[in-house]
């Protein structure tokens, strides 16, 4: 049984891993264009200062909890979730599927060039693989137009839209009557990884729930971002002491 379990506003759907695959997998046989999207600590602390991306992120057919310190923020408010379901691994299960079921997939976001080798490297893994099309995520709100009938008109079913939170919840969003895609998903540096300019955590680290601590062994640039987690504990232990 699904339910909805709210981490300071954004309702997080409590689903196994597996469970969210097979809902996935049937959002791509409806007739509109669904939405997932994969909240982590630093989502949901910039959905706490911003009503209408909390709003959105409320919006979708899915919501899942990409980091750990979402899982261990349901544990500390007693409403615990079946565990965490990573973005990356969604979107890579999502990508067999594809190959499997002859459904298409258009990768947009990222630096120039870079959705284009995701491309080239997800097709030589996945022979079978349709990639529908690709575009970088550097682009004027003018240019919107002609995106979406890019994406339209290579008649992809499933759009991975890669351009950071907050940018990719809410352009999918504003633009879902648009699209003729049946699922958009919004999946932050997943193209980097699949690109290989960006290694993900080994799986010793993922499996301990360190995936966090490896990047920013990696990335000590990105110490600032990685602050959102204390913050967001902290916040967590708050929310339920004065109970909301």
Partial sequence: MNNKINILGVNIDNLSFNDTFEKAKSLIETNETDMIFTPNPEIIMLARNDETFEN????????TPDGIGVVYGAKILKTPLVERVAGFDLATALIEYASQAGKSIF?????PNIADTAAEKLIEKHSTLKIAGTRNGYFKDEETPEIIEQINQSNADILFACLGAPK???WIYENRDKLNVKLALGLGGALDVFA?????APKIFIKLNLEWFYRLLKQPSRIGRFMALPKFMITVM??????R
């Fill in 238 to 243: 708050r929310s339920k002491k004065i109970g």
């Fill in 168 to 170: 990719q919840e809410k």
């Fill in 196 to 200: 290989g300019n960006v290694k993900r």
């Fill in 56 to 63: 959105i992120l409320n919006s979708a057919s899915i919501c």
């Fill in 107 to 111: 990768l947009f976001g990222a630096a």
